[in-house]
């Protein structure tokens, strides 16, 4: 059972102890279901702490940038001598392709961490099509 079931609390079991251990497992792996492990609790929860404490979100995205500082600095020291690591296993173009996401998530700070769908109810839909269509009337000609 997930802790938030059993409690009702948020941050149920994410003590110090637990906030620590994931952030540093965090901050060396980038994987999140591993960190979430190493603090002795779910991925769910961990992303439901991070919805819910601000504190928490910026320390988890800290974390992640210097898992991917790591990334960047593997990958530059392949480019600089690609037999430093001979046998490592290490995809390279999965490296560059992740770093790409970062990049992409860091030019949009504001973006929302996680999208979560909203359903709307039957009447905000049926606002949202009058008004669509009464912009679309207007810009219709005339009839003479």
């Known amino acids: 059972m997930d802790e938030m079931a059993s409690t009702g609390r948020r941050d149920a079991g994410w003590g110090a102890a637990a ?13 999140v279901a591993r960190s979430a492990e190493a603090a002795g609790r779910t991925h769910a929860s961990a ?65 929302p961490r996680e999208a979560v769908p909203r359903a709307a109810s039957m009447e905000e839909v049926e606002q949202a099509l009058l008004g669509k269509l009464a912009a679309f009337a207007k810009r219709l000609p005339a009839k003479t």
């Open 19 to 31: 906030r620590t251990a994931f952030l540093d497992t965090l901050a060396l792996s980038g994987d």
């Open 47 to 111: 992303y439901a702490l991070r919805r819910h404490d601000p504190a928490f979100a910026d320390a988890w995205e800290e974390a992640l940038n210097a898992a991917y500082a790591r990334i960047e600095d593997e990958l530059l020291a392949r480019a600089v001598d690609p037999r430093a690591r001979e046998g490592d296993a290490f995809d390279q173009a999965l490296a560059l392709k992740m770093l790409a996401r970062h990049e992409t998530r860091r030019a949009r700070p504001n973006a």
